[in-house]
């Protein structure tokens, strides 16, 4: 089964400042996708990947996969205190039948210091 | 747009009960999950549907767990008997297309918080 690490598990950073969250696999990541939580909340979805070497941007957020589609960062300009919450990584894998599911890290929590 | 709903947002319940949670996805999706989050295993696939029809249900833990989804509209996960290791948030989340996530993101409802005593 896929399995995605991510570091930091917790990050603390003074508004204003930038930060960058790294989700690994071992394996090749065939669609990476972002989500936020916030306490209580559910996922929301920030931004999917697919090719290897592609970037997106979304306000203050960037993401990119790296080109071995193994590794991708998300990185945060300008941090804000909305910007807080748990932000996970979600990866395509195969589960048979011609069929893929969405397997998650278990979260970076960023907390962000006025 | 109405996004995925669920029901209850927070449920006690004493161990050895039943419980039911309640999934409205999102209108005209194909795809239903249904997901598991603790702090110790972070977020786990419980089972997922296409069609309303059950393809994969590996992640359900043991025979205490089902989950149904008799129209397009709904679908409910029962856990009976409920025990303190079930204490957990459940999401419910929903997708457009067949193939399980396919190229398309999960929309996630809320949650809904168990707590069982």
């Known amino acids: 089964s896929q399995e995605l690490e991510q570091s930091p598990q917790s990050l603390i950073v003074q508004e204003g400042k930038n930060l960058t969250i790294n989700c690994t696999s071992s394996?090749?990541?065939?669609?990476l996708y972002w989500y936020k939580q916030k306490y209580g909340e559910g996922l929301i979805f920030l931004m999917m990947?697919?090719?290897?070497?592609e970037e997106k941007s979304h306000e203050k957020i960037t993401a990119k996969l790296d080109e071995k589609k193994q590794q991708s960062s998300l990185h945060i300009t300008a941090s804000q205190p909305s910007h807080a919450g748990i932000y996970l990584c979600?990866?395509?894998?195969?589960?048979?039948?011609?069929?893929?599911?969405?397997?998650f890290g278990k979260g970076t929590k960023l907390s962000v210091i006025p | 747009d109405a996004g995925v709903i669920q029901s209850p947002r927070h449920e006690v319940t004493e161990m050895g009960q039943e419980v039911t949670l309640r999934c409205k996805p999102i209108?005209?999706?194909?795809?239903l999950f249904w997901y598991r989050q603790t702090m110790m295993r972070g977020l786990e696939l419980l089972i997922y549907?296409?069609?309303?029809?059950?393809?994969?249900d590996s992640g359900m833990p043991e025979d205490r767990f089902s989950a149904k989804m008799p129209n397009a509209s709904f679908s409910t996960l029962k856990i009976q008997p409920s025990e303190p290791r079930d204490s957990a948030v459940y999401f419910c989340?929903?997708?457009?297309?067949?193939?399980?996530?396919?190229?398309?993101?999960?929309?996630f409802g809320n949650g809904t918080r168990l707590t069982v005593t």
């Open positions: 979600g990866a395509r894998a195969y589960s048979g039948a011609g069929s893929y599911q969405l397997t």
């Open positions: 394996k090749t990541l065939y669609g």
């Open positions: 209108s005209g999706h194909n795809s």
């Open positions: 989340a929903s997708s457009p297309g067949t193939g399980g996530a396919g190229r398309s993101p999960l929309h």
């Open positions: 549907f296409n069609n309303n029809v059950p393809i994969d």
């Open positions: 990947l697919q090719k290897g070497g």
